[in-house]
């Protein structure tokens, strides 16, 4: 079955695709979507609101409905829907990454930015795990694909989800819907808009939802990785005259999350060798059942408590022809991580528990301001300045208990701490506290120059001037598993000191540990940057475009600042640059019912930022590094048919192939050999689905859907050791999820049900190295299991 599904979705070569999208220039956002034609695509990939097939640059959309027909209505859940997008679950959003074309950057460092930038209403949002939340009431995902730091900033250096909310409308309406998912997971969700006076109008939305989980925890007798969500959004739309609009939204959510559970899914396996062991481990754990092991035994539940608000205000001001923008915005974003890294029940001789809590406080204030002309003439321009400046601070205790054997306790059997036969325990316990500053300042301009009807030149400069700070502070009595000593800024002095009198950097940096002073180590670094692009683009014909464009990526510096810094890791981390080039051909075939865009890229990537794992005390950890250069190549295509009024097709394919040019190891580590996949890049991924609706002329319509996709196997442990990246490729496999339902001829009512994951196709998101006795984690994320749910939804 699994070929069948491989071979017609490649055969069909379709991308995820959707309805308008809200304009985020001086167009009110209803009043552009009531201007497309039927079945254009709007987007605002280059700060206007324009047809899709008219933009260079490879985009793909996800509409709205098909956001809430997923399993959750997220950008996890979008990753499935377009094949470009690959997303890194993780035990807490802070660590979760997005990965583009192959490229995106995984980090646990406080000091480092995502490669893929997440955009909301216009507002950049300076960590992606402020987006991993519930995307409700959302008109439109547009996926921008490569290079888009011209417009949108340096942390666009692999690309940009713009995501658009539904805008409020002069008009009386509302919506409330409820879903149940088996096991216990219920969603709830409404919206009322209102207009408040002749030129102002709003719009409210409220969500909640909770879910027991996909695992069981045999220590607490619970189900885990579930969660509780809730959250609400106003938003006023004030547009007195064709020259003023001013939009103002305010947001809130709180998630409760007992995920995500690292599951013990295969036997003891020595070191980097593959070969399996024997461990005691073994009978502390559940069964290890590869990708269908669905229980853990833990005595602390793996979790992440998350609030975030924020504030934000869009004026356009028409200055003659042209439109002066302004968005300033204000985001608060917490998150505590607790964590189970011992994956045990209690502690034992030879296995000692670690429990984290890692409570982190993120503020972010940005200020865009920007002038465009109108769209469509001989020359169309926008140009303005952008300042951001995101602070994060993290507060991460390690507590461990740790014991031996007292004198004639048997061998060969688990001893638990804190039994006759165990000696007593200690308790290792070491407090960081750290945290950085990020500053940007920007100045940007973009050009379109239509040199005849049907030639057009487009090029574009940013200039940019980043500020990093970052401090440290490691207090400890006493080391123990996966806790270094006491480093501070005294401990650093005196670590340099060592180093210059010709120490080893490890042996300075354990003797250089007596010496603390309880004063935070402090540094800093600036950098310069100018990057930009060029495109050139040809009208063949009213209905096919082709493009061509070089784009000059950048991301800035970084440091790698976690729990675990010591001297050797306080270096700069260098900023990330690209090159990238994309060739690209728009097509409306058969009247503008179908849509076919294809795009092929090339992208080498400097100075790498990267994760590579390592043993840091017995524990694993990842050192954040300029890995050296990758490249990323490959062909997309994209496609949106309506072969009838009722009738939708839409889906897409990739061919990514990205890989290590040249790994530049970190110091003490290993070099990941040339031509080694970059993590979560499968080399063929592809999504298609189709929706039709009957209408049977009686008292209820019919409506059916499915929706399908597959990628082949990806790299999740981007590791030097062969035979780790081995173990931790996730394998190939398809999804096929299926709809049906009944609503009303206007749209009143509706009642959907859904299947999801017909054929119960069990994977991982994630596998991971260093569990007990060296065996290996998986992360087992809701959609791999089989499981039905109804929606119900009543709009007036």
Same mark, same amino acid.
């Given at each position: 079955?699994?070929?069948?599904?491989?071979?017609?979705?490649?055969?069909?070569?379709?991308?995820?695709?959707?309805?308008?999208?809200?304009?985020?220039?001086?167009?009110?956002?209803?009043?552009?979507?009531?201007?497309?034609?039927?079945?254009?695509?709007?987007?605002?990939?280059?700060?206007?609101?324009?047809?899709?097939?008219?933009?260079?640059?490879?985009?793909?959309?996800?509409?709205?409905?098909?956001?809430?027909?997923?399993?959750?209505?997220?950008?996890?859940?979008?990753?499935?829907?377009?094949?470009?997008?690959?997303?890194?679950?993780?035990? #807490?959003?802070?660590?979760?990454?997005?990965?583009?074309?192959?490229?995106?950057?995984?980090?646990?460092?406080?000091?480092?930015?995502?490669?893929?930038?997440?955009?909301?209403?216009?507002?950049?949002?300076?960590?992606?795990?402020?987006?991993?939340?519930?995307?409700?009431?959302?008109?439109?995902?547009?996926?921008?694909?490569?290079?888009?730091?011209?417009?949108?900033?340096?942390?666009?250096?692999?690309?940009?989800?713009?995501?658009?909310?539904?805008?409020?409308?002069?008009?009386?309406?509302?919506?409330?819907?409820?879903?149940?998912?088996?096991?216990?997971?219920?969603?709830?969700?409404?919206?009322?808009?209102?207009?408040?006076?002749?030129?102002?109008?709003?719009?409210?939305?409220?969500?909640?939802?909770?879910?027991?989980?996909?695992?069981?925890?045999?220590?607490?007798?619970?189900?885990?990785?579930?969660?509780?969500?809730?959250?609400?959004?106003?938003?006023?739309?004030?547009?007195?005259?064709?020259?003023?609009?001013?939009?103002?939204?305010?947001?809130?959510?709180?998630?409760?999350?007992?995920?995500?559970?690292?599951?013990?899914?295969?036997?003891?396996?020595?070191?980097? #060798?593959?070969?399996?062991?024997?461990?005691?481990?073994?009978?502390?754990?559940?069964?290890?059942?590869?990708?269908?092991?669905?229980?853990?035994?833990?005595?602390?539940?793996?979790?992440?408590?998350?609030?975030?608000?924020?504030?934000?205000?869009?004026?356009?001001?028409?200055?003659?022809?042209?439109?002066?923008?302004?968005?300033?915005?204000?985001?608060?974003?917490?998150?505590?991580?607790?964590?189970?890294?011992?994956?045990?029940?209690?502690?034992?001789?030879?296995?000692?528990?670690?429990?984290?809590?890692?409570?982190?406080?993120?503020?972010?204030?940005?200020?865009?301001?920007?002038?465009?002309?109108?769209?469509?003439?001989?020359?169309?321009?926008?140009?303005?300045?952008?300042?951001?400046?995101?602070?994060?601070?993290?507060?991460?205790?390690?507590?461990?208990?740790?014991? #031996?054997?007292?004198?004639?306790?048997?061998?060969?059997?688990?001893?638990?701490?804190?039994?006759?036969?165990?000696?007593?325990?200690?308790?290792?316990?070491?407090?960081?506290?750290?945290?950085?500053?990020?500053?940007?300042?920007?100045?940007?301009?973009?050009?379109?120059?239509?040199?005849?009807?049907?030639?057009?030149?487009?090029?574009?400069?940013?200039?940019?001037?980043?500020?990093?700070?970052?401090?440290?502070?490691?207090?400890?009595?006493? #080391?123990?598993?996966?806790?270094?000593?006491?480093?501070?800024?005294?401990?650093?002095?005196?670590?340099?000191?060592?180093?210059?009198?010709?120490?080893?950097?490890?042996?300075?940096?354990?003797?250089?540990?007596?010496?603390?002073?309880?004063?935070?180590?402090?540094?800093?670094?600036?950098?310069?940057?100018?990057?930009?692009?060029?495109?050139?683009?040809?009208?063949?014909?009213?209905?096919?475009?082709?493009?061509?464009?070089?784009?000059?990526?950048?991301?800035?510096?970084?440091?790698?600042?976690?729990?675990?810094?010591?001297?050797?890791?306080?270096?700069?981390?260098?900023?990330?640059?690209?090159?990238?080039?994309?060739?690209?051909?728009?097509?409306?075939?058969?009247?503008?019912?179908?849509?076919?865009?294809?795009?092929?890229?090339?992208?080498?990537?400097?100075?790498?930022?990267?994760?590579?794992?390592?043993?840091?005390?017995?524990?694993?950890?990842?050192?954040?590094?300029?890995?050296?250069?990758?490249?990323?190549?490959?062909?997309?295509?994209?496609?949106?048919?309506?072969?009838?009024?009722?009738?939708?097709?839409?889906?897409?394919?990739?061919?990514?192939?990205?890989?290590?040019?040249?790994?530049?190891?970190?110091?003490?580590?290993?070099?990941?050999?040339?031509?080694?996949?970059?993590?979560?890049?499968?080399?063929?991924?592809?999504?298609?689905?189709?929706?039709?609706?009957?209408?049977?002329?009686?008292?209820?319509?019919?409506?059916?859907?499915?929706?399908?996709?597959?990628?082949?196997?990806?790299?999740?442990?981007?590791?030097?050791?062969?035979?780790?990246?081995?173990?931790?490729?996730?394998?190939?496999?398809?999804?096929?999820?299926?709809?049906?339902?009944?609503?009303?001829?206007?749209?009143?009512?509706?009642?959907?049900?859904?299947?999801?994951?017909?054929?119960?196709?069990?994977?991982?998101?994630?596998?991971?190295?260093?569990?007990?006795?060296?065996?290996?984690?998986?992360?087992?994320?809701?959609?791999?299991?089989?499981?039905?749910?109804?929606?119900?939804?009543?709009?007036?």
């Amino acid at each position: 079955m699994k070929s069948v599904l491989y071979v017609s979705v490649a055969a069909l070569a379709l991308v995820s695709s959707a309805t308008a999208a809200l304009a985020q220039d001086a167009a009110p956002a209803d009043a552009a979507a009531d201007e497309q034609a039927p079945g254009e695509i709007v987007v605002t990939a280059q700060k206007r609101s324009e047809s899709l097939q008219s933009v260079p640059v490879a985009v793909s959309v996800v509409s709205g409905d098909s956001l809430a027909a997923a399993s959750r209505p997220s950008i996890e859940s979008a990753a499935q829907l377009v094949p470009s997008l690959n997303f890194l679950k993780s035990g #807490t959003t802070l660590n979760q990454t997005i990965f583009l074309r192959g490229v995106g950057t995984a980090t646990f460092s406080i000091a480092g930015e995502p490669s893929v930038s997440t955009v909301v209403d216009g507002v950049v949002y300076a960590r992606s795990g402020e987006a991993f939340s519930d995307m409700v009431d959302i008109n439109q995902i547009e996926v921008l694909r490569g290079p888009q730091g011209t417009l949108f900033g340096k942390n666009a250096s692999a690309g940009v989800i713009n995501i658009t909310t539904q805008m409020p409308r002069h008009e009386l309406g509302g919506s409330v819907e409820a879903s149940y998912f088996d096991r216990n997971e219920y969603r709830v969700k409404g919206m009322v808009n209102a207009p408040l006076g002749e030129n102002l109008a709003a719009r409210f939305t409220g969500f909640y939802g909770e879910y027991d989980g996909n695992i069981r925890n045999t220590a607490t007798n619970q189900w885990v990785n579930g969660y509780k969500h809730w959250g609400a959004r106003a938003q006023f739309l004030y547009d007195p005259s064709s020259d003023f609009r001013l939009y103002l939204t305010a947001d809130y959510h709180r998630n409760d999350d007992d995920c995500c559970a690292d599951i013990i899914a295969t036997p003891p396996i020595v070191g980097g #060798t593959g070969l399996p062991t024997t461990g005691l481990s073994t009978s502390a754990l559940p069964a290890p059942l590869g990708a269908n092991t669905r229980a853990v035994n833990q005595n602390l539940v793996t979790a992440t408590k998350e609030e975030g608000w924020g504030l934000s205000a869009q004026a356009d001001i028409a200055l003659g022809e042209n439109t002066l923008t302004s968005i300033t915005a204000y985001r608060k974003w917490d998150n505590t991580e607790i964590r189970d890294g011992d994956w045990l029940d209690k502690a034992y001789v030879g296995y000692n528990q670690l429990h984290d809590n890692g409570p982190q406080t993120s503020n972010t204030f940005t200020q865009e301001l920007r002038l465009t002309s109108p769209g469509g003439k001989e020359l169309s321009w926008v140009v303005g300045g952008y300042f951001s400046r995101a602070f994060s601070e993290r507060v991460f205790t390690r507590n461990d208990v740790v014991c #031996t054997a007292a004198v004639g306790a048997p061998t060969g059997v688990l001893i638990p701490c804190g039994s006759v036969n165990a000696n007593a325990s200690t308790l290792p316990s070491a407090t960081a506290d750290f945290g950085s500053t990020f500053k940007n300042y920007a100045l940007f301009g973009q050009a379109t120059v239509r040199a005849s009807d049907a030639f057009r030149v487009i090029a574009g400069i940013r200039y940019s001037h980043d500020e990093l700070n970052v401090f440290h502070k490691r207090v400890t009595t006493l #080391t123990g598993p996966g806790i270094q000593p006491s480093f501070d800024q005294g401990v650093y002095d005196e670590y340099v000191r060592l180093v210059n009198l010709g120490t080893s950097p490890t042996t300075a940096a354990t003797n250089a540990a007596a010496l603390a002073n309880g004063v935070p180590f402090r540094t800093g670094t600036k950098k310069d940057n100018v990057s930009g692009k060029v495109a050139m683009q040809y009208d063949f014909s009213r209905n096919i475009m082709g493009y061509a464009s070089f784009a000059r990526g950048y991301k800035g510096p970084a440091y790698n600042i976690f729990f675990n810094l010591t001297g050797t890791g306080t270096n700069v981390i260098e900023a990330e640059t690209s090159d990238a080039f994309e060739l690209g051909l728009k097509n409306r075939l058969f009247d503008g019912a179908m849509t076919l865009n294809i795009a092929g890229f090339y992208a080498k990537y400097h100075n790498f930022q990267a994760n590579n794992p390592d043993l840091v005390s017995g524990v694993v950890v990842t050192r954040f590094t300029n890995a050296g250069e990758v490249s990323t190549r490959g062909v997309e295509v994209d496609l949106n048919w309506r072969p009838a009024r009722d009738l939708s097709v839409v889906g897409g394919v990739a061919y990514t192939d990205a890989h290590v040019d040249a790994f530049k190891a970190p110091a003490g580590g290993a070099a990941i050999p040339a031509g080694t996949p970059l993590g979560y890049a499968p080399k063929w991924k592809g999504s298609l689905s189709a929706d039709y609706r009957v209408r049977t002329g009686g008292f209820a319509d019919v409506f059916l859907g499915s929706q399908m996709n597959f990628q082949s196997s990806q790299l999740s442990l981007f590791a030097a050791n062969a035979v780790q990246r081995q173990l931790g490729t996730i394998p190939a496999y398809a999804l096929l999820n299926l709809q049906a339902g009944i609503g009303d001829p206007e749209d009143h009512w509706k009642l959907m049900f859904q299947v999801r994951n017909v054929f119960d196709k069990a994977y991982p998101a994630a596998i991971i190295n260093g569990g007990p006795d060296g065996a290996y984690r998986y992360q087992i994320p809701r959609d791999a299991d089989r499981y039905w749910g109804v929606t119900g939804k009543v709009s007036f």
